[in-house]
């Protein structure tokens, strides 16, 4: 073996030529099957690295309208988000950490002079923000005592600090909340205590959106109660997800009416970011099975080229069969040879690959700057054991034809 080994790279700087055109298809299926894989690879992993970012462990639940409610021409939800559905999911699942109930109003919003106009208002219950991952640029959280006292207090979005207190430093200082008090119009001052980071996460939005204790936004809707149309569950553990969806699911198909329709819609980060990985791995495998035709392309050509071998060295076929070689050995050598040029093949077309994969990344191609190189060795690997594999089975047409050469015949022509 190391014997045919040897013999094989002295063939190849015999016929420099013809191993290096033999060679460039192997290289270049390889290369792109790396760098294919790479950049899936990488795009896999960035958005698998936004998502880990996100809320992994929360479900937005949503429920659809009553159909029978809007028949009489009142637009009632089917499920009836309150209090007692929110016990009754922490007392019946107990992997559900926390459950809010999601409610907004827009109301107008200025500063002095400076008006930014409607905005989104959410009631934050006590730890919701903290729950929901939300995190504070600068100043705080509400404390006890600002949900006790149902306080005119407010954390800010990131761009509505930046319209409102362009200077900076919001915290402290007031705005004004515009509410509608029958047919008037009246200012509700609220002091700002945190501004949130900028960036939004999944489903949470932080940037254009205030939030104020949940005692404060039922004061503010003057104490009425409202249809309540989406819930948040917080599940302790981000692999339970799937169990307490199905949970739910059957919660709130007992708190519904009878009915053909689905009672809830579930959905959640992990859900989304399994389906990104199940479309993302389809496409991959459908443009690696395109760029591997090269290697398809490569391995005929070892075929040909080693025909055109075993064709020019039927001299030294026939010696070495006079000389007492074996079938078996003669086809080892040349199996050796075509494997040993696919090998090369795959060496450089894995370092190519990969070379020009951090070159992609490195500035040259304006990629965003979420999407960072992540290595792929799972798709390096296969790109080099299948060059291996072509020489193989390429080569071995070519070997056993060697092996069949009869001596006297080779050694006459």
């Known amino acids: 073996m190391i014997e045919d080994f040897w013999n094989a790279l002295q063939n190849f700087r015999t016929n420099k030529m013809r191993t290096i055109l033999s060679l460039l298809g192997i290289i270049i299926g390889v290369t792109s099957v790396v760098i294919i894989t ?9 958005i698998a690295g936004e998502f880990t970012e996100y809320n992994m462990n929360l479900l937005k639940v949503r429920t659809q309208a009553n159909l029978e409610s809007l028949n009489n021409g009142v637009h009632e939800p089917l499920v009836k988000f309150d ?25 107008d919003i200025s500063r002095r002079r400076v008006n930014i106009g409607s905005k989104n208002i959410e009631p934050a219950p006590p730890n919701r923000l903290k729950d929901l991952k939300v995190e504070i640029d600068y100043g705080r959280f509400f404390n006890t005592s600002d ?25 402290g200082k007031k705005i004004s909340v515009k509410r509608r008090v029958g047919r008037n119009y009246e200012n509700i001052m609220f002091e700002v205590v945190g501004v949130l980071t900028e960036g939004e996460k999944w ?7 205030l939030y104020i204790p949940a005692s404060t936004y039922k004061k503010l809707k003057g104490g009425r109660g409202e249809d309540c149309w989406d819930i948040e569950v917080i599940a302790y553990n981000p692999n339970d997800i799937e169990f307490i969806k199905n949970e ?44 591997s035709i090269s290697l398809l392309v490569g391995g ?43 090998l090369t093949g795959g060496v450089i077309g894995v370092t190519f690959g ?7 990344f490195s500035g040259i191609v304006p990629f965003p700057d979420e999407l960072k190189f992540h290595f792929n060795p799972t798709g390096t690997i296969i790109a080099f054991t299948v060059s291996v594999f072509i020489g193989v089975f390429f080569g071995l047409h070519p070997a056993i034809k060697a092996s069949k050469l009869d001596p006297v015949v080779a050694l006459s022509e």
């Open 354 to 360: 990969i070379l020009i994969s951090r070159l992609l």
């Open 203 to 209: 489903f949470v939005r932080t940037l254009d959106t």
């Open 38 to 46: 790479t950049l899936g690879h990488s795009l896999e992993e960035s």
């Open 248 to 291: 739910i699911k059957k919660i709130a198909k007992e708190a519904a009416p009878p009915s053909n329709y689905r009672a809830v819609y579930i959905s959640s980060a992990k859900s989304q970011l399994d389906q990104m990985h199940k479309v993302l791995g389809m496409v991959q495998v459908v443009i690696v099975a395109i760029a």
């Open 300 to 342: 005929i050509g070892i075929m040909n080229i080693m025909l055109v071998t075993v064709t020019e060295r039927k001299k030294e076929i026939g010696i070495r069969k006079a000389l007492g070689a074996t079938n078996r050995a003669i086809q080892m050598q040349f199996l050796v040879e075509s494997a040993t040029l696919t």
């Open 147 to 171: 949900h006790l006292n149902a306080a005119y207090k407010v954390i800010i979005g990131s761009k509505v600090a930046l319209e409102l207190f362009p200077e900076g430093n919001a915290v």
């Open 83 to 107: 209090d007692e559905f929110r016990n009754n999911l922490l007392k019946r699942v107990p992997k559900i950490k926390n459950v809010f109930l999601v409610s907004s109003m827009y109301k």
